[in-house]
């Protein structure tokens, strides 16, 4: 047996400007956020992903956290969403007193299932989530009929979708708000990091004010006013201009970083197309109508039993293969926040059969064995 893992399953991938930006960030009289490098993230985001406006926030939760005081969330307003999903979609509604409503997901893209939403909608329904799962693009165009003839808000949890695309147009573009993550699991990183991406024009100050501690301090900064003041509720919502000199380094070679993690992510379909045919597992499914980022490559094995054993095996062999979320709506506190819509079956044995494989840049002479190994072990 390994005595330890040598095949990480993610690792931080440096693109060879971040010390640079770092260095001058520190030169500069100011380390808080909105300067410089905050200036540069955002107007990056506003021009390559077709956003109204973006705001840089200190992870993809806080995100969510703001679209949920946008929208003025309060006790008893239902946010309906997948429950194979992290967290924070939820926690940010609750927060505010809302009530997640757990639908099931789509048993090819495993994305949030549109003909499950109209069912579930209440006089209570505020908002839907779109999760896009590992980079994939929900059914976009449905659930935004459905969002428009029923009154409601739509949110893009675009976390794992950053430079993913339906039907040509960015993830992130295409719902009412939008939250990204830049986290150290994900392609694009700053350790931990995020924004808003507001598509809705008459959300853009509120915004501002909700990340300032609800104050109007952009306003100020802008010297549309003399000074600025407590004006609603709000948070501290900005990241530093440490994070925001990183990230912009990132952002610069993005669309490099995507191309290479599609490459690799082809390389593990391509050599699992056999065990797929073999019924030996499920490979993931990407509509024509969407092109993904590489974020991430799962499979799907027949049996909990079969997905620990291959787990088991892999880790002898030191590659980290891993699992995904427990459902929300079987969590304690899932449970005791969130209504549930259905048995969702889907998701019950998606938790429990699915497995991710390694996939970072720098993996690229290794995968041939992980291929094998993995193989070996079905």
Not at 68 to 76: M, N, Q, S, V, W
Not at 183 to 203: D, M, Y
Not at 219 to 233: A, L, M, N, P, T
Request: hydrophobic residues 35%.
């Amino acid at each position: 047996m390994k005595d330890s893992i040598h095949i990480p399953f993610t690792k931080n991938h440096l693109v060879g400007t971040e010390i640079q930006f770092l260095k001058k960030t520190l030169t500069q009289s100011s380390l808080v956020g909105d300067g410089e490098f905050g200036k540069k993230c955002e107007s990056w985001l506003n021009q390559h992903l077709d956003c109204h406006h973006s705001l840089l926030s200190p992870s993809g939760t806080a995100a969510l956290e703001m679209s949920a005081l946008l929208l003025d969330i309060k006790p008893g307003d239902e946010i309906i969403m997948p429950s194979y999903t992290f967290v924070s979609t939820a926690n940010a509604f609750v927060l505010r007193g809302g009530v997640p409503v757990f639908v099931d997901i789509r048993p090819d893209t495993l994305n949030l299932d549109e003909t499950k939403i109209e069912e579930v909608i209440t006089p209570r329904t505020r908002a839907i989530v779109a999760v896009h799962y590992a980079g994939v693009a929900c059914e976009m165009d449905e659930i935004k009929k459905i969002t428009k003839k029923n009154n409601l808000y739509l949110i893009e949890d675009a976390a794992q979708a950053f430079l993913s695309r339906y039907k040509g147009k960015w993830l992130g573009s295409l719902g009412d708000l939008s939250a990204c993550s830049f986290h150290g699991t994900k392609n694009i990183s700053c350790g931990e990091g995020g924004a808003l991406l507001i598509n809705q024009k008459k959300f853009i100050r509120r915004a501002e004010i909700i990340r300032e501690k609800g104050t109007n301090r952009s306003q100020f900064v802008r010297g549309e006013i003399d000074k600025y003041s407590w004006v609603e509720v709000g948070s501290s919502y900005l990241p530093s201009e440490l994070q925001s000199a990183f990230l912009y380094a990132q952002l610069k070679q993005s669309h490099k970083i995507t191309n290479q993690r599609l490459k690799l992510w082809n390389l593990y379909h391509e050599g699992l197309k056999q065990a797929e045919k073999e019924e030996k597992l499920t490979r993931p499914v990407v509509p024509s109508t969407c092109q993904h980022n590489g974020h991430m490559y799962y499979i799907i094995l027949p049996s909990p039993k079969k997905r620990d054993q291959l787990i088991k095996a892999l880790n002898k062999k030191g590659i980290q293969a891993v699992t995904h979320y427990v459902p929300l709506h079987s969590s304690p506190a899932g449970k005791k926040q969130g209504r549930t819509a259905g048995d969702l079956k889907v998701t019950a044995r998606v938790s429990r059969c699915l497995v991710r494989l390694p996939l970072w840049i720098g993996i690229e002479k290794q995968i041939d064995w992980v291929l094998k190994e993995v193989i070996k072990a079905l």
